[in-house]
Structure formats: structure tokens, C-alpha cells
């Protein structure tokens, strides 16, 4: 590197859990003003933070660090480095879905842990079978009852009576018709939604409620949203889902990850951990 002030970045690199990151990682380190000044860093990440010195600084230490760790997502950051000092970058990153390792609770565990009394309930109630469900599908239930039976959804999972659909970030269950007159008193903790258009379609045999049956909490990212519906028997349900495709987006904003495609519920996963403090009983490898 060429003769100037240095100072000193440190990496502090950790996963959703707030976990150090061990494995693979590849820095790009783009000066914004001399672009000879450009260098890559190659290594491995042991657990603890990576300190990276006589990086060139002030007044040419506005650097764009691009930041691939193996099984994580792509982020890129900024670095104004001042002269014999140095810069932290805590960064928290999330797993990238395809090379996501899940590890699910096995159906044993599901029917003997107190932790999943009432999804055992709803299980056994149920056409689907937890057993056979795809992995994003058991992704996909495990984010939605983690969610509905936290405080801040006020645990509306214990009106569920069944689930007969499971997608990657979505559920439809039949639920209790008491759900619907409770989920529009909490006013404050479940904002109404209007019709939007093809979004919260049923399934056949069910129609929604009205133009107004679609509630949303207030959640800056990871909302939860309940739209309900009836059949001819008068049973109600709900589709429930987690996000959509801009909410997820203006979380990856929010945490610089560079993000394309659908909702994901490994995606979910990581934003129910990080942003609402949500374990949702399994874990991404």
C-alpha cells in the first residue's frame, strides 16, 4: 500500500443470534478517492473480531468494504477511517437461504415439549402432517406459531383450531370466531388493512369477510397479518402470513443486505431473531 496515515478496521461479524461467525470470508476494500488504493483480504474468521491494520486512512480513508462470508448474504458497508485510529464494523448477517442447513424439533419433541403444547394441539387437529412438510414448509409454520403466540401478538395462536394449508411464509387455519371480534378491539396492536385487490385471496370454499377483514401489527418489519374468512358452515379462518415482499425488503435495507426474490421464511427466520428478539425453535447452519 501506498505511503500514507493509516488506521485500523476492526470486524466484528456476527449472525442473528448476536453469535461471533466463524468460516470462509473475502473483503473487497474499494477506496472512494484512489482507486489504486483498492485491496481484497482473504481469510477465515475465528470467533473473534478481525482487525485489519495500516489500512490507509484521513484523508484518503473513505473506503466501500464488500463483505461475502461462506453461507451468509452479501453486504456492503462504508468506512470513514480517521488517522491512527480506528473504525468497528459491527455487522449482523444473515444466513443465505440457499445454503441454509435448518434444524427442526422432531415430531417427538413437538408432542413432548411444553414449549409446543399448543402446536401439538393444533397438530393433532390437522389435515397436514408436520412429519411430511417440506423443510420450508416446517420453516414456514414453525415463524407463523412463533409469532402468534408471542406477547406482541397478543397470542392469537390459541384461537387456532387447525391448520390445512402451510406455504414458506404463510399459513390458513381455521380459528375460533371469537378472533375476529377480539382482533378488532386490540386497535392499537392490530391495524386494519383495506382490500388489497389479488393479495389475501382463500382458498376454494372460503370468501373473505368484507373489504375491512385484514389487520396487521405495527411491527416496523417481520408484521404479522391476519385476514379472515368464512365457508358455508359459518367456520372462520384466517390466512396468515409474515411480511411481504416490501416489508422484507425494507428490512434488508435497513441492515444493508443486498436482496432479491421472494419472501423466504429462513429470510423470516432471521428477522423474527434480530429484530423482535423471537426464537422461533429452530436454527440455520
Known amino acids: 500500500m501506498p505511503e500514507t496515515n493509516t488506521g485500523t478496521v476492526v470486524c466484528d461479524f456476527r449472525n442473528a443470534y448476536g453469535e461471533p461467525i466463524q468460516g470462509e470470508v473475502d473483503l473487497r476494500f474499494r477506496n472512494l478517492r484512489v482507486q489504486s488504493m483498492n485491496f481484497r483480504h482473504e481469510t477465515e474468521l475465528g470467533g473473534e473480531p ?12 473513505l ?12 453486504k456492503s458497508v462504508f468506512v470513514d477511517l480517521p488517522s491512527n485510529g480506528e473504525r468497528v464494523l459491527h455487522q449482523t448477517f444473515f444466513v443465505r437461504p440457499s445454503e441454509a442447513m435448518p434444524v427442526f424439533p422432531s415430531p417427538d419433541l413437538i408432542r413432548s415439549s411444553t414449549r409446543w403444547t399448543e402446536l401439538s394441539r393444533v397438530l393433532d387437529a390437522s389435515p397436514i402432517v408436520y412429519a411430511s412438510l417440506e423443510p420450508q ?21 390459541r384461537e387456532v383450531v387447525n391448520v390445512f394449508v402451510v406455504k414458506p411464509a404463510r ?12 382482533i378488532r378491539a386490540l ?21 373473505r369477510l368484507n373489504e375491512h377483514a385484514s389487520f396487521k401489527t405495527p411491527d416496523k418489519m417481520g408484521n404479522l397479518q391476519l385476514t379472515f374468512a368464512k ?5 372462520f379462518a384466517v390466512d396468515a402470513d409474515l411480511d411481504d415482499h416490501q416489508g422484507l425488503q425494507h428490512a434488508f435495507d435497513v441492515i444493508k443486505h443486498k436482496f432479491s426474490g421472494d419472501t423466504n421464511p429462513y429470510d423470516i427466520h432471521d428477522v423474527l431473531v434480530k429484530f423482535h428478539g423471537i426464537d422461533p425453535g429452530y436454527r440455520l447452519y
Not at 473506503?63 to 452479501?74: A, P, S, T
Open 63 to 74: 473506503w466501500q468494504v464488500d463483505i461475502n462470508i461462506k453461507r451468509f448474504r452479501f
Open 187 to 207: 386497535t392499537q396492536q392490530f391495524h386494519e388493512q383495506g382490500d388489497n385487490g389479488s393479495l389475501h385471496k382463500f382458498l376454494e370454499g372460503w370468501t
Open 231 to 235: 365457508n358455508e358452515q359459518d367456520h
Open 137 to 157: 414448509q416446517k420453516a414456514g409454520l414453525l415463524n407463523m406459531f412463533a409469532k402468534m403466540s408471542h406477547e406482541s401478538a397478543h397470542n392469537v395462536f
Open 171 to 182: 399459513i390458513y387455519a381455521r380459528v375460533q370466531p371469537e378472533l375476529w371480534d377480539r
Open 50 to 61: 478481525l482487525r485489519l491494520t495500516g489500512v490507509p486512512a484521513f484523508p484518503l480513508g
